[in-house]
Nanobody
Framework: DVQLQASGGGLVQPGGSLRLSCAASGVSFDDWAIGWFRQAPGKEREGVACIHSRDGTDYADSVKGRFTISSDNAKSTVYLQMNNLKPEDTAVYYC?????????????????WGQGTQVTVSS
């Protein structure tokens, strides 16, 4: 039974930082991709970052250089360090897992999803 628990969201000022956590169970970190996605009000969900032990990491262009995804396999947790946050980063952030493909490109749907955590960037 796959379970994903996202946490760490909150309110932060522009230029600030947050670290999101995704605690996963029932997932093989050796074989599965873990991704972060976000959805802002009135917008489609978009991929933010993903990580896979074999394929490495991938990022959306909008967050490259500001966000870093990492994993702690011993804790079965994936992190998303978000620096230099901008108001346009405001969204509900979701973590997801997939046994087949590590990508943040649109059009591919991960198999398993956790609940979201709200990130609000505002002064």
């Amino acid at each position: 039974d796959v379970q994903l628990q996202a946490s760490g969201g909150g309110l932060v000022q522009p230029g600030g930082s947050l670290r999101l956590s995704c605690a996963a169970s029932g997932v093989s970190f050796d074989d599965w991709a873990i991704g972060w996605f976000r959805q802002a009000p009135g917008k489609e969900r978009e991929g933010v970052a993903c990580i896979h032990s074999r394929d490495g990491t991938d990022y959306a262009d909008s967050v490259k250089g500001r966000f870093t995804i990492s994993s702690d396999n011993a804790k079965s947790t994936v992190y998303l360090q978000m620096n230099n946050l901008k108001p346009e980063d405001t969204a509900v952030y979701y973590c997801a897992a997939d046994p087949w493909l590590a990508t943040v490109q649109p059009g591919y749907e991960y198999d398993y999803w956790g609940q979201g955590t709200q990130v609000t960037v505002s002064s």
